[in-house]
């Protein structure tokens, strides 16, 4: 059993620098090896092309952010002489909001719960999940919602419990809410 008491905020932090370099990595991996995505990532893509004016075909099926966020990287890739549909640079610019998700994530954790061994594992077991390692190398405007909704219900969860304000019953609420 981990006595939070027992190990060193540095090590911790050190810890979570170490977690961070491995998503990192596979980040990057998945960067230079996933050069296709799903139907609502090309619409993004292309999305990003009719922001630009390069092309007359909008999909209105897509909200606009992320054809916004992805209009220098369709600038570059046409600079570059990319093939329309090589979408690596689109994932390149996910991997870095992504990277910045997790220390971002990281951060309000720590503030709020302290740098413990016990944020780390609740760090490590509620955002490197199996939706992060199946989404993260493709353009999805879904996982900021998925991530930003259960992210601010499980903290909100955890933080009204240690606060005592949150009974078995409301938190039952809670937890529905949260799926």
């Known amino acids: 059993m981990i006595n939070s008491g027992s ?39 292309a999305n990003s092309a009719h922001f630009l004016g390069q092309s007359p075909v909008h999909f209105y099926n897509r909200a606009p952010l992320l054809g916004i966020m992805l209009m220098p990287v369709k600038l570059l890739s046409d600079s570059i002489g990319l093939h329309p549909l090589d979408v690596r640079g689109a994932h390149a610019l996910m991997a870095l909001i992504l990277i910045a998700y997790l220390v971002g994530t990281w951060r309000i954790l720590a503030r709020a719960q302290g740098s413990t061994p016990w ?33 601010c219900c499980s903290w909100s969860i955890v933080n009204f ?19």
């Open 7 to 45: 190990m060193d905020a540095v090590i911790v932090e050190r810890l979570f620098r170490l977690t961070l370099l491995v998503l990192a990595t596979w980040l990057v991996w998945a960067v230079t090896a996933v050069n296709i995505d799903f139907d609502d990532g090309y619409a993004a893509f």
């Open 161 to 179: 419990q240690n606060r005592g304000r949150v009974d078995g019953g409301r938190w039952l609420h809670w937890a529905r809410y949260c799926r």
């Open 119 to 151: 944020s780390l594992v609740a760090f490590a077991a509620a955002v490197p999940t199996p939706v992060f390692f199946s989404y993260a190398p493709f353009l999805n405007i879904d996982i900021f919602q998925v991530r930003w909704h259960c992210g």
